[in-house]
Structures are given as structure tokens and as C-alpha cells.
């Protein structure tokens, strides 16, 4: 399960489901639970918590939590017949012990849990595909997150998915923060019935709610949190699009799993592949990666 010699713990949750801690020995920590094989907490070697979960969030099946970072599979959003962001985030997981070999990069001198995914027979109901997904969690000597899915398609036939690692992360205020790596870009407005526009700014502020899908984006993209003096760097291959959203007021006070002043203190931004679904043959296998960091700002 780990050979790094670092420290991974495996414990219970509030409702009895299996959750597994990952801490390197500088103290920064990840949490991960079983239950939607679901980043839950992300910590600095400070103890400084750098992922936002509500306070009303839910923490039991059928309920995905409303924070830390969801895997949303095999779709995205309401694109397809399936439930909102499709079933991986609800489903229990379970720990690969003997997952196929990664790169030797992507275990040395770092804390690690290797989940997996298959379909259930309610699954095959709803999508009638036959595959395993692999996910690495990844906590690094310097802290930084890392999170590596491979989705083999064990089935007769082809099929194609969409993905998005929704990352929510915890930031000062909203109105403070600035995302950069974005500008000139075509994306998809879900508040204009996915309408294409080109971002025409510098930076991407928050003054509203957005709920957009960045379009063939560059593999590193960058949040400011100015107030906080820190900046995430998100890192992604495999991933050509960007989900950026907050539901601003109106749309807060709706959700039931959400505060609704919580908007203030978040903001989601996904790596995904939305646009162009990522079509597997049989026996083929498909890679993403997304690759978290933070820095303080000079």
C-alpha cells in the first residue's frame, strides 16, 4: 500500500466509513476518504487546512460532500443521461493493495494510497460499460498534492466518459482573489445555456456567479489569494479543460448542503476533459493527472 517509509494511516469517519490520513515528515497532511474516493483535507505543515468543505456538508451515501475535491465520472455536470457529475463521487471505493506500476517518480519519497473503483451491477443499469478506475493520492515531501487516475476499459466495446477533479479551495474572500492562466480563451457559460465565449481579461475576478468550462487551457493555471498572500499553482496533464464555478448568493441559500454565506470562502477550479469526451477501446487505458501546490506571495 505504501512504500515510501512515510506515514499512512487508515481510520473511520463519523458514519463508520474507511477514511485514510497521508502525512509527510515536515507535518502536512491529506485526508481521503473511501466514500467517492474523495480528497477531504488538504493541510500545510502549519495545519493550515487549503481545501474548503462546508459546514453543512453530508457525509453519508448517497450524498456526495460538498467540499474537498469529487471526482466527477463518467460525466460532467448534466452533459448526458446520468446524475449530476455522474456516480464515481458516490460510490464506496475501495484500497488497491497490489495496483499496476506507476512511474517510480510517482511513489519515491512520498506518502501514497492507491484507491479503485469497478461498476456494480446498478451501475452497468444506469451505463453499460465495464471499467476500472485506478486513483493514486499522492502527499509529497514538500507538501504539494497529487492526484493520478487510469481508467482502463475492461468492456467489449468502446466507450467515452468525461472527468473533472472539482477542487474547492479555501480562500480569504472571493472578491479578493484573481485567477490567471485563463485569458484568450474560448469557454463554455453555463449560465447562457453553454454559449462559447473568449475571456477577454487578464486575470479572471469574481464579482458574480460563474459557472464556466475553460477550453483547451495550458497545463498550469494559477489562484491568487491576495488577502492570504498565498497562490495555488494547479498542474494537470491529460486535462485540456478548466471548470471554474461559485454559486454567488442566490444559488448558495438553494443547496441545502451549503452555508449561505459560504461562497465567500471558496472557489472551484477543475482540471477536466469536458468539450471532447476521452473515447477507450477495449483493453485501452487512459491517464490523467492534477497536481496541486502553494506558495506565499512575495
Known sequence: MNNSGLAVEVSKDRNGADQILLRNPRGASAKVGLHGGQVLSWRTDRGEELLFTSSKAIFKP???VRGGIPICF????QRGSLEQHG?????????DENPPPLHPNDACGKAYIDLLLKPSEDDLKIWP????F?????LTADGNLSLI???????????????AYHTYFSISDISEVRVEGLETLDYLDNLYQRERFTEQGDALTFESEVDRVYLGSRDAIA???????RTFFIKKEGLPDVGVWNPWEKKSKAMVDFGDEEYKQMLCVNGAAVEKP????????WTGRLELSVVPSS
Open 149 to 163: 487516475s487510469r481508467i482502463r476499459n475492461i468492456n467489449c466495446k468502446p466507450f467515452s466518459f468525461s472527468i
Open 223 to 229: 489562484i491568487f489569494d491576495h488577502e492570504r498572500k
Open 87 to 95: 456516480f464515481a463521487r458516490n460510490r464506496t471505493w475501495i484500497i
Open 74 to 77: 463518467p460525466q460532467f455536470g
Open 62 to 64: 448517497p450524498y456526495a
Open 278 to 285: 476521452i473515447t477507450l477501446k477495449p483493453g485501452e487505458e
Open 134 to 138: 485506478r486513483l493514486r493520492v499522492n
Open 129 to 132: 460499460h465495464s471499467f476500472e
